[in-house]
Every structure is written in structure tokens, then in C-alpha cells.
């Protein structure tokens, strides 16, 4: 399953904000612990019959309305909990071909407060009522999956440290689709960043094996392998030649236990 024109959407609503929309890893936005945290009210799930369309997500840039057009079962459950297509396991062989329109609004937001959030808490704001109106019941277990590890390539890294060492957390990141290609640009980006966004390319973990540390600016642009063919002798390389060619880096197959997060039980959404 490719979930390329879902990052298209998301992205034409980050970079509206700019680049600098930042995704803070594991160090929690400055929410106070006294009050509560911004939750959606409402969510419509619409079955989408069109049989065609654009899968795509779209959160507008206060933070408040989220909107999912023409999405699977799974493709939600990758983006609420932030994981991808092989870290998924047991979706009901029903929700296949089914496709829904889902919206979901803070009805008095805290405009302040949704400001301060970082990606992940966003997600997290939608899991409650995905599981409830799916009906979701699942559990974690770790399989042994194939996976990438990104290594050093020969000839070393052609990544450059950043200015300041002194930030934590996931740095910047900023996608960009292009007609023929697609750039990636990082500023202030560990490593463990970098392969988390490359597995979203490649819909397979990728375990950071390169042993770099601190931060790091790169910029990555790389073809499609469906618009391969019709792209000019000069367009950009595929996706493994340009992580090759212009980060020094290299996706090495191998095989790793991956957490997986495994459906017991769905059902079709209940009654708006």
C-alpha cells in the first residue's frame, strides 16, 4: 500500500505554518499538568463510496479541525499512532477495500494550548475516538520483520552538523512534491529522525545503525520509481541512490523484532 499522497496533504498544511513546524520527540509540549488537555469533541465517519479519490489527511493550521478523505481502516490507525504499514497487524480482511471520510473538531478550543503540541499529541488526540467508533480492541507483540538498517555508506557521510548542538529533541523537517520529484529538507535532525522519515518512504522500519551523533542539515531529493520512466536524463536519482549519493548513507536489508501493534477486534464505525 503506498501512503505517499497521505504525507502530500499533511504537508500542504504544515509548510503553511513553515518549515519550522516542529516535531518534539519524546519531550512533552509545555501543556500545564493542571489542566486539561485539549481533546476533539466531535468525529463523523462517512463511508466513501466515490471508488476513487486521493487518500489524504489534512490539520488545519490551529489544530483544531482535523479532516481524513478516502482512508482505509489501517491508513487511520498509521496515522493516529504514528506507525507504519508493516507495524500493523489483523485488520479484519472487511476493512480492505472499504474507504471512509472522517472529521473530527475541538468545539471551544484552547487555541493557546493546541499551539504548544507537538505532531505526536496531536495523534494522540485521535486514538480515543478512533477506538471507540471502530470498535477497536488490540494488543502489542514483537515479530522478527524485515527491516532497514541505515549505515555509513563507503566514502562517509555527507551530512552537515548544524550550527547548535545544544537542541533536543527531533529537529525541523519539511517534505516538498514536486510534479517529477520530491525534496527533503532536515535542519537540527538527529539520526533516529532521519530513519523514522525514511521509513516512512520505504513503509518498512528503518534502524539508525550509523552511529553519527548530534544534529544534522540535509537535503534529499530523489524520483518516484513510478515517474522513473518519463523523467528527464537529468532529474533527480530513485530513492536509494539519492540516500546513497547525497547523504553518504546507505539502506542496508536485514531482518529485526519490530513492535507490532496487532487488531483482536473492529467493527464498522457506529452511527454519527
Not at 520530491?182 to 533516529?192: S, T
Not at 529522525?193 to 548530534?214: E, F, S
Request: charged share 20%.
Amino acid at each position: 500500500m503506498r501512503i505517499k499522497d497521505i504525507f502530500l496533504a499533511i504537508l500542504i498544511s504544515i509548510c503553511a505554518t513553515s518549515i519550522t513546524s516542529a516535531q518534539t520527540a519524546s519531550t512533552p509540549a509545555t501543556v500545564s499538568a493542571q489542566s486539561t488537555p485539549p481533546a476533539y469533541d466531535v468525529m463523523t465517519i462517512k463511508p466513501n463510496v466515490t471508488g476513487n479519490g486521493s487518500t489524504a489527511f489534512s490539520l488545519d493550521t490551529k489544530g483544531d479541525h482535523f479532516i481524513a478523505h478516502h482512508v482505509s481502516l489501517k491508513q487511520i490507525m498509521q496515522y493516529v499512532y504514528n506507525l507504519n504499514e508493516d507495524s500493523i497487524a489483523g485488520v479484519p480482511a472487511q476493512f480492505d477495500t472499504l474507504r471512509f471520510d472522517i472529521e473530527a473538531k475541538v468545539v471551544e478550543p484552547d487555541l493557546d494550548a493546541l499551539k504548544k503540541m507537538n505532531s505526536e499529541q496531536r495523534r494522540a488526540m485521535l486514538r480515543p475516538l478512533v477506538t471507540e467508533r471502530f470498535q477497536l480492541k488490540t494488543h502489542t507483540e514483537s515479530r522478527i520483520l524485515p527491516v532497514y538498517e541505515l549505515v555509513v555508506a563507503k566514502g562517509g557521510p555527507k551530512c552537515k552538523l548544524s550550527d547548535d548542538q545544544t537542541k533536543l529533541g527531533w529537529g525541523d523537517i519539511g517534505l516538498y512534491y514536486n510534479r517529477s520529484d520530491i525534496k527533503l529538507e532536515g535542519r537540527g535532525l538527529p539520526m533516529a529522525h532521519l530513519a523514522k522519515t525514511l521509513a516512512d518512504q520505504v513503509h518498512r522500519t528503518v534502524i539508525d545503525k550509523t552511529g553519527l551523533a548530534g544534529n544534522y542539515n540535509l537535503t534529499l531529493q530523489w524520483t518516484p520509481d513510478d515517474r522513473l520512466a518519463s523523467t528527464e536524463a537529468d532529474s533527480a536519482p530513485s530513492f536509494y541512490t539519492a540516500v546513497q549519493e547525497q547523504l553518504g548513507l546507505k539502506l542496508q536489508p536485514a531482518k529485526a523484532p519490530v513492535e507490532v501493534l496487532v487488531v483482536d477486534h473492529a467493527a464498522m464505525p457506529s452511527d454519527n
